[in-house]
């Protein structure tokens, strides 16, 4: 990258104007792909419930929930009431579920003011549900979350039986919905199966009441490996941003990373056997060096644990991270990069050539998940569409 592509990111970036050469880029076409793969995989009656909580995964919602819209998909899945009133400041009319719990549960009129769904989860929350619709004079839709085996938030499926019979024919009401969620899709068959089991139960039990409602239960990892309990619809999150929902990525699921995240090297010097570099001298040259220093840090959420662990890529080569990251910059071994100059672009995230970084690699240097490595990246990196 040279100084006149840096300047160019700044023009067009309207809404984020940035000056710092650190941003991330939001591929659309990856999202719309994979989006299209998870399609080939359902049944063409199964729904989809995009599951955008937390900016997005750190992706970027407003854009994302427009492309859901536009690829009709039919929900999107937030985590609280902040979450889904962003989504309808910005003009997103589609439905949204609220994941998460409703505390206190006087909020149900703010969810309802602004024609949110919420989950409910106890017989308090359809009391205080039917109240509100008495008030209002509305029927109030709801998904009814049943724990079968989470440990999180629902109704136990022994107590679900009770609170049917409560929610059936009431006019203040409707169970739109009916959900689960799985503690370990990626990785426990017999556990998976013993929750999609109870949570059958408890949906044939409604729908013998006569209930018509949507059953859902399959995250991405059961979406991709289960597709006997797709059911009505399906909750992928980490799918539909090209991440794995393993620890292990498979090859064979054609799924594309959406986020790639980039900086530029804003300073460059060649360094002496011996010197030392970054706080707490973690790191000494044990030959002539020659070091970059990158424009972001662990405020950005670059973590401080890939100190001396994480490769970037320079000119498409992979470069390792040395010394301790610090809030705002780190260093970077370009020693064996032919011709590295202040300007040159630098992939944290993303290909360049035939090398590619990606968030599952930082997550196995981190010991966690590609979730939360996503999820970090901070608002002080400005999200671009490409
Ligand atoms: C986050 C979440 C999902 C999506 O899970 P992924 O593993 O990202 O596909 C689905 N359902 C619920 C209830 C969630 O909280």
Same mark, same amino acid.
């Given at each position: 990258?040279?100084?006149?592509? /840096?300047?160019?990111?700044?023009?067009?970036?309207?809404?984020? $104007?940035?000056?710092?050469?650190?941003?991330?880029?939001?591929?659309?076409?990856?999202?719309?792909?994979? &989006?299209?793969?998870?399609?080939?995989?359902?049944?063409?009656?199964?729904? /989809?419930?995009?599951?955008?909580?937390?900016?997005?995964?750190?992706?970027?919602?407003?854009?994302?929930?427009?492309?859901?819209?536009?690829?009709?998909?039919?929900?999107?899945?937030? %985590?609280?009431?902040?979450?889904?009133?962003?989504?309808?400041?910005?003009?997103?009319? @589609?439905?949204?579920?609220?994941?998460?719990? =409703?505390?206190?549960?006087?909020?149900?009129?703010?969810?309802?003011?602004?024609?949110?769904?919420?989950?409910?989860?106890?017989?308090?929350?359809?009391?205080?549900?039917?109240?509100?619709?008495?008030?209002?004079?509305?029927?109030?839709?709801?998904?009814?979350?049943?724990?079968?085996?989470?440990?999180?938030?629902?109704?136990?499926?022994?107590?679900?039986? $009770?609170?049917?019979?409560?929610?059936?024919?009431?006019?203040?009401?409707? @169970?739109?919905?009916?959900?689960?969620?799985?503690?370990?899709?990626?990785?426990?068959?017999?556990?998976?199966?013993?929750?999609?089991?109870?949570?059958?139960?408890?949906?044939? $039990?409604?729908?013998?009441?006569?209930?018509?409602?949507?059953?859902?239960?399959?995250?991405?990892? %059961?979406?991709?490996?289960?597709?006997?309990?797709?059911?009505?619809?399906?909750?992928?999150?980490?799918?539909?941003?090209? &991440?794995?929902?393993?620890?292990?990525?498979?090859?064979?699921?054609?799924?594309?990373?959406?986020?790639?995240?980039?900086?530029?090297?804003?300073?460059?010097?060649?360094?002496?056997?011996?010197?030392? /570099?970054?706080?707490?001298?973690?790191?000494?040259?044990?030959?002539?060096?020659?070091?970059?220093?990158?424009?972001?840090?662990? $405020?950005?959420?670059?973590?401080?644990?890939?100190?001396?662990?994480?490769?970037?890529?320079?000119?498409?080569?992979?470069?390792?991270?040395?010394?301790?990251?610090?809030?705002?910059?780190?260093?970077?071994?370009?020693?064996?990069?032919?011709?590295?100059?202040?300007?040159?672009?630098?992939?944290?995230?993303?290909?360049?050539?035939?090398?590619? /970084?990606? =968030?599952?690699?930082?997550?196995?240097?981190?010991?966690?998940?590609?979730?939360?490595?996503?999820?970090?990246?901070?608002?002080?990196?400005?999200? =671009?569409?490409?």
């Amino acid at each position: 990258m040279n100084e006149g592509r /840096i300047s160019s990111w700044k023009c067009r970036c309207d809404e984020t $104007a940035f000056y710092r050469p650190t941003w991330a880029e939001i591929d659309n076409k990856a999202f719309v792909h994979n &989006l299209a793969y998870i399609k080939s995989r359902l049944h063409t009656k199964t729904k /989809i419930l995009a599951v955008v909580k937390a900016n997005a995964y750190g992706h970027m919602v407003v854009p994302i929930a427009r492309q859901c819209e536009k690829a009709g998909v039919a929900m999107l899945g937030v %985590a609280s009431i902040e979450e889904g009133i962003y989504l309808r400041e910005h003009g997103i009319k @589609m439905p949204i579920l609220i994941l998460g719990s =409703i505390y206190p549960l006087d909020n149900l009129s703010v969810v309802a003011k602004h024609k949110l769904i919420p989950s409910i989860s106890s017989a308090q929350g359809v009391i205080e549900l039917i109240r509100l619709g008495a008030r209002l004079k509305k029927t109030m839709p709801f998904h009814l979350k049943v724990d079968t085996g989470m440990g999180r938030i629902g109704i136990m499926p022994q107590s679900a039986q $009770a609170l049917l019979k409560k929610i059936h024919g009431r006019k203040e009401i409707l @169970m739109a919905g009916m959900y689960t969620h799985f503690s370990s899709a990626d990785s426990n068959r017999a556990y998976t199966q013993m929750q999609f089991s109870k949570f059958m139960e408890v949906v044939k $039990a409604a729908r013998k009441l006569g209930m018509n409602f949507t059953a859902h239960c399959a995250n991405s990892a %059961a979406l991709l490996k289960y597709p006997q309990m797709h059911l009505d619809m399906v909750r992928p999150g980490i799918a539909l941003y090209g &991440l794995s929902p393993w620890q292990k990525r498979d090859k064979k699921m054609d799924l594309r990373p959406v986020l790639a995240w980039k900086t530029a090297v804003v300073f460059l010097k060649n360094v002496k056997k011996g010197t030392a /570099i970054s706080y707490g001298r973690a790191y000494i040259a044990k030959k002539p060096m020659t070091i970059a220093t990158l424009p972001v840090g662990y $405020a950005d959420g670059y973590s401080r644990l890939l100190s001396n662990k994480a490769d970037v890529l320079v000119r498409g080569r992979r470069c390792r991270v040395i010394g301790l990251v610090t809030m705002d910059m780190l260093m970077v071994d370009v020693t064996r990069v032919p011709g590295a100059a202040i300007g040159d672009e630098v992939a944290l995230v993303g290909a360049q050539g035939k090398e590619r /970084i990606r =968030i599952e690699d930082l997550a196995a240097h981190l010991g966690t998940i590609s979730y939360e490595v996503a999820c970090a990246i901070s608002h002080r990196v400005p999200r =671009i569409e490409i």
